[in-house]
């Protein structure tokens, strides 16, 4: 009975978010970007990120690849992550920039600080990891050089019935 009224829930929720996620938008500064979604590591560290609600960021281990590179609707599932891997072009450096992640209905976003650089690529994402962040709706990553945008990247995340491919490939349960 409780799966029944949360999949009503869902459908509701996200018939009012009708909106699909836009093209990513790039300053001429980035030389390669790349989105998608991936099955959360089991094992991550941590760093303090004082603008966030958990005030803390996921920080890899290994290197993560996606799984499903190029996709911007996400399943909301507990176990499943989504975001961005970016290069700059050759000759520039952002030693003190920042990301900025809106989610659905908040004004304000989760913001936390990243270095870019033309030497390797700088991945953010954003992992479900507890209920409460599983948000229908338009959720927008931004990477920031002072004032100056780097990119802007809007992912979609549906219920997870709406992804039958993605749902479940990560053996989590919602």
């Known amino acids: 009975m409780i799966h029944?009224?949360?999949?009503?829930i869902w459908t509701l929720m996200a018939s009012l978010a009708t909106a699909e996620p836009a093209a990513p938008v790039l300053s001429p500064t980035v030389g390669l970007l790349e989105i998608g979604i991936f099955c959360t590591p089991t094992?991550?560290?941590?760093?303090?990120?004082?603008?966030?609600?958990?005030?803390?960021?996921?920080?890899?281990?290994d290197d993560i690849f996606f799984d499903w590179p190029d996709r911007q609707?996400?399943?909301?599932?507990?176990?499943?992550?989504?975001?961005?891997?970016?290069?700059?072009?050759?000759?520039?450096?952002?030693?003190?920039?920042?990301?900025?992640v809106y989610l659905p209905g908040r004004a304000k976003p989760e913001i936390w600080g990243s270095?870019?650089?033309?030497?390797?690529?700088?991945?953010?994402?954003?992992?479900?990891?507890?209920?409460?962040?599983?948000?229908?709706?338009?959720?927008?990553?931004?990477?920031?050089?002072d004032v100056n945008r780097l990119y802007l990247v809007e992912f979609e995340v549906v219920p997870a019935v709406s992804e039958p491919g993605i749902t479940g490939a990560c053996g989590a349960v919602s």
Request: net charge negative; charged share 20%.
């Open 4 to 8: 029944r009224a949360a999949a009503l």
């Open 43 to 61: 094992e991550m560290g941590e760093a303090p990120a004082p603008g966030t609600l958990s005030g803390k960021v996921h920080v890899p281990i």
């Open 73 to 100: 609707t996400v399943p909301a599932e507990i176990g499943l992550a989504f975001g961005v891997r970016a290069q700059l072009a050759p000759g520039n450096a952002v030693p003190f920039g920042e990301v900025r």
């Open 115 to 145: 270095s870019f650089t033309d030497l390797g690529k700088t991945f953010s994402f954003f992992s479900f990891d507890r209920e409460e962040e599983l948000i229908p709706g338009i959720w927008r990553f931004e990477a920031w050089d």
